[in-house]
């Protein structure tokens, strides 16, 4: 009898240390600021759909697969790394997602931004909507992506392996940028540009993406100009003549045809850095993208300034 009682005493105890923890589970709630104010889980999201290329990069660098993307052909082209899932669901345009497909996907999380036209009240009839901003007026892009990455961490259950990732990113800015300088040399600063069309540039400033993670490496930018709220500023050739003595570096993907008679321009030819062989290209890499794009940036920058200039 007194066996039996020693029994029941100890299942009483384990099933009322099981109600407690299962009330405590449900009694922490995950709670994210963003742009809508607070956003309450009942636990991590599992089934994670994206509606901006920087969330899609960073949610599969977190180690979970999105079960839904905006613009996966596109997402091929201009971010190419890290590589998309095998399965998902196509939600077609980023501006204008389709909501039958998004919510045949069955997410319980939907990331999203402020800047599209779909009705965010409308997505909150289909999942939990966490809402962030990713570039602001004067707000280093770096920066942003970095607080955007820790949101989605803590949204997904996925802090510790979030806080190493950016350990090792931290990490290898500092060597790339120490590479990087090391391969330009002293005397010189880099121009990150991009060519809209034979006779338009984009050259990105100090809050850009680009800029803000040269910020970071420790490796001097020469354009210090007014931007929008990108980081950019745009403009004919004339806009990076103050700068010729220094060093260019042009993004990807370009078309050939663009950059044939960007080349063959009078103006381009006389440069500076095009007369003295300082100009790189750079593979592709999403200028307005997170922090798997930033440090992608990071590492390909350091591999072309080392591989050296573009014939």
Known sequence: MALL??????LLVAATFCVVSATSAYADPIRIEHERGTLELPGPAKRVATINWAFTETVIALGLDPVAVADPVDYVEWVEEPALPDEFVDLGQRSSPNLEALRAAKPDLIITIPDIGINYEKLSEIAPVLQLRMFEENRPAFQAAREVFG?????????????????????????????????????????????????TIGMFGDTSLPGSVMAAMNVPMAFHGEVNKWGFARGGLELIAPYAKQSVVYTNPVPDAILDKMFASPMWKFMDFTRNNRVYELP???????????LRFAKLLTESIENGPHQ
């Open 151 to 199: 949101k989605i961490a803590k949204a997904t259950g996925r802090e510790a392996e979030g806080a190493a990732y950016l350990a090792d990113v931290d990490a290898k800015l500092a060597e790339y940028g120490a590479r990087t300088r090391a391969a330009l040399g002293p005397d010189q600063q880099l121009n990150i540009i991009y060519f809209f069309d034979e006779s």
């Open 284 to 294: 592709v890499v999403w200028m307005y993208g997170g922090v798997p794009s930033s």
């Open 5 to 10: 009682r020693t029994v029941l005493s100890g």
